[in-house]
């Protein structure tokens, strides 16, 4: 699970999704059609491109602000979670690209990007520490238990 943010968020390149070409279009079923360059599609697009990327391990929030190209990057979840960054909801699912928290038996709790469609991008998604998708955010964190979400900002 996460432990404390060790690294300032720094120039972040973005992606094109797998399957996308750059200036293009991606959808999903369900999902709204935003166009390439939003920031929404540009924080999702940056977790698909790190897909398996293991050097984030136990860097949950430093993933995520760095997806958003965030100026704010919070010492753990559990703080981003608390601040007054952000209206935190508890009910319904979370809407893409927002911060979905979950808390841990660590200290740091764990944060990860909702799909809008139940799935979530998170660090940590695989035993070996790696980016990865989970289809479901209340049982994505093993040991974890669902907090809440907040939309999602740069």
């Keep these: 699970m996460c432990l404390a943010l060790t690294a300032s968020a720094s120039g972040v390149a973005s ?30 697009d940056w977790f698909v491109a790190h897909k398996g990327d293991t050097s984030y391990h136990g860097r949950c929030e430093y993933a995520v602000a760095a997806a958003w190209q965030r100026h704010i990057v919070h010492y753990s979840a559990k703080t981003h979670w608390t601040s007054d960054d952000g209206a935190q909801h508890t009910t319904g699912t979370p809407p893409i690209a927002s911060f979905v928290f979950w808390k841990t038996s660590r200290p740091y709790w764990h944060v990860g990007l909702s799909d809008g469609r139940g799935g979530v991008w998170m660090t940590d998604a695989s035993d070996n520490g790696a980016i990865g998708f989970k289809s479901n955010y209340k049982t994505a964190v093993s040991g974890g238990t669902y907090v809440g979400w907040k939309p999602g900002s740069p």
């Design 15 to 44: 992606a094109a999704a797998e399957g996308t070409a750059a200036g293009t279009q991606r959808s999903a079923v369900s999902a709204p059609v935003l166009p390439q360059g939003s920031p929404v599609i540009e924080a999702m």
